[in-house]
T-cell receptor, first 113, second 116 residues
Framework: KQEVTQIPAALSVPEGENLVLNCSFT??????LQWFRQDPGKGLTSLLLIQSSQREQTSGRLNASLDKSSGRSTLYIAASQPGDSATYLCAVIGGGSNYKLTFGKGTLLTVNP | GAGVSQSPSNKVTEKGKDVELRCDPI?????LYWYRQSLGQGLEFLIY????????KSGLPSDRFSAERTGGSVSTLTIQRTQQEDSAVYLCASRPRSGGNQETQYFGPGTRLLVL
């Protein structure tokens, strides 16, 4: 059974700092890995999707890497801003044809002004 | 265009009552998913629909939970004889089609269920 772990569970940083969120998964047979953002009382917003054949994806100040063989992914946020404060969720899609997501428990990020 | 919508946004019910949660996916999306997010737990998969059929119901926690989808569009998740442990946020997501590893799932805002 696929298990996804995110470290740290919570992180508080001053504005402007660069930071890294970590995600690990137990079964390397994945189709893709996604990073989502969840704001309180709202649904999930997809940030980056990395296909299994890719090593990284970038969007603005965000960069996500994937090392499928070691079962690890990182989300790098550059020059953090208070608006980045949210819960960040890592999720993988494993084998099978239904493309369901298996999620980690998330990292709660607080960026202080 | 319109995103995934869910109703109600909040539901408070008494233990033992039945509840229905509704999901309107993005128009044209054939794949639909229900997930549950309990306090202290991660998001857990409940059920997957491809069109109107549900080939994967493996995440439904008990036979008190059921779901249906009609017209390849709206889906309803029903919880019978609710228990306090059913309290959670129920999230619905849709995807353009069942295949392809380049496509994300689009999530609704969720229904926050509280069972007293």
């Amino acid at each position: 059974k696929q298990e996804v772990t995110q470290i740290p569970a919570a992180l508080s940083v001053p504005e402007g700092e660069n930071l890294v969120l970590n995600c690990s998964f137990t079964d390397s047979a994945i189709y893709n890995l996604q990073w989502f953002r969840q704001d309180p009382g709202k649904g999930l917003t997809s940030l980056l999707l990395i296909q299994s054949s890719q090593r990284e994806q970038t969007s603005g100040r965000l960069n996500a890497s994937l090392d499928k063989s070691s079962g690890r992914s990182t989300l790098y946020i550059a020059a953090s801003q208070p608006g980045d404060s949210a819960t960040y969720l890592c999720a993988v899609i494993g084998g099978g044809s239904n493309y369901k997501l298996t999620f980690g428990k998330g990292t709660l990020l607080t960026v202080n002004p | 265009g319109a995103g995934v919508s869910q109703s109600p946004s909040n539901k408070v019910t008494e233990k033992g009552k039945d509840v229905e949660l509704r999901c309107d996916p993005i128009s044209g999306h054939t794949a639909l998913y229900w997930y549950r997010q309990s306090l202290g737990q991660g998001l857990e998969f409940l059920i997957y629909f491809q069109g109107n059929s549900a080939p994967d119901k493996s995440g439904l926690p008990s036979d008190r939970f059921s779901a249906e989808r009609t017209g390849g569009s709206v889906s309803t998740l029903t919880i019978q004889r609710t228990q306090q442990e059913d309290s959670a946020v129920y999230l619905c997501a849709s995807r353009p089609r069942s295949g392809g590893n380049q496509e994300t799932q689009y999530f609704g805002p969720g229904t926050r269920l509280l069972v007293l």
